[in-house]
């Protein structure tokens, strides 16, 4: 299994930055890549980017980029998403996820961290 725990939510301004981070523990040798995804109240989950844990390969959503930047400190075994320039309709709760080889979805999830940008 592997636990992972979000942090770094808050509330800004428009125009303004946060860094997410996900703290992965357990058996992280498992984990092929790591994901980020949101999701606001009656809308379906949605995927925002993601980073393999060891090339460094990454993928966004088109309404992300340029903005957003995912990365991997694997000695510490987090992945970040600093998010700049945010928008009011970045508002979510961001969730962490990863996914092993082979997997054709996401296998552990963190808790998720509220993000509220204010217009």
């Known amino acids: 299994q592997v636990q992972m725990v979000e942090s770094g939510g808050g509330l800004v301004q428009a125009g303004g930055s946060l860094r997410l981070s996900c703290a992965a523990s357990?058996?992280?040798?498992?984990?092929?890549?790591m994901g980020w995804f949101r999701q606001t109240p009656g809308k379906e989950r949605e995927f925002v980017a993601a980073?393999?844990?060891?090339?460094?390969?990454?993928a966004y959503v088109e309404s992300v980029k340029g903005r957003f930047t995912i990365s991997t400190d694997k000695a510490k075994n987090t992945v970040y998403l600093q998010m700049n320039s945010l928008k009011p309709e970045d508002t979510a709760v961001y969730y962490c996820a990863a996914l092993k080889p082979g997997s054709s979805m996401y296998d552990y999830w963190g808790q998720g961290t509220q993000v509220t940008v204010s217009s």
């Open positions: 357990g058996r992280t040798f498992t984990i092929y890549s």
């Open positions: 980073i393999t844990w060891s090339g460094g390969n990454t």
